[in-house]
Nanobody, 124 residues
């Protein structure tokens, strides 16, 4: 059974940094594409960053230059380094995975496995 477990959320002041981690388990065939998605109250879920097994990445325009997505395939762990955080980054952040794609999945509907989420709050 495939499972994703996030950690690293919390409360930080504007301009601060956080690092999210997601440990994947249960994959027996290859490495899936993975992503970080977020959902703020009253808003739709959006893809923040995504990465292929080869390391190719995609970032939402709103986080380019501030967030970095990376993965350690040996540890089956996904990371999201978030710098220069803004109040509008406040949301529940989810780790998600998708197998069988040759490109980076850019829509929430393309992800088949989800973690339970970790809350990120940016507030002074």
């Amino acid at each position: 059974q495939v499972q994703l477990l996030e950690s690293g959320g919390g409360t930080v002041q504007p301009g601060g940094s956080l690092r999210l981690s997601c440990v994947a388990s249960g994959y027996t065939y290859g490495r899936p594409c993975m992503g970080w998605l977020r959902q703020a109250p009253g808003s739709m879920r959006e893809v923040v960053a995504a990465i292929k097994d080869t390391g190719s990445t995609s970032l939402a325009e709103s986080v380019k230059g501030r967030f970095i997505i990376s993965r350690d395939n040996a540890k089956t762990t996904l990371y999201l380094q978030m710098n220069s955080l803004k109040p509008e980054d406040t949301a529940m952040y989810y780790c998600a995975a998708r197998e069988g794609l040759t490109r980076v999945p850019l829509s929430p509907d393309e992800y088949g496995v989800w973690g339970q989420g970790t809350q990120v709050t940016v507030s002074s």
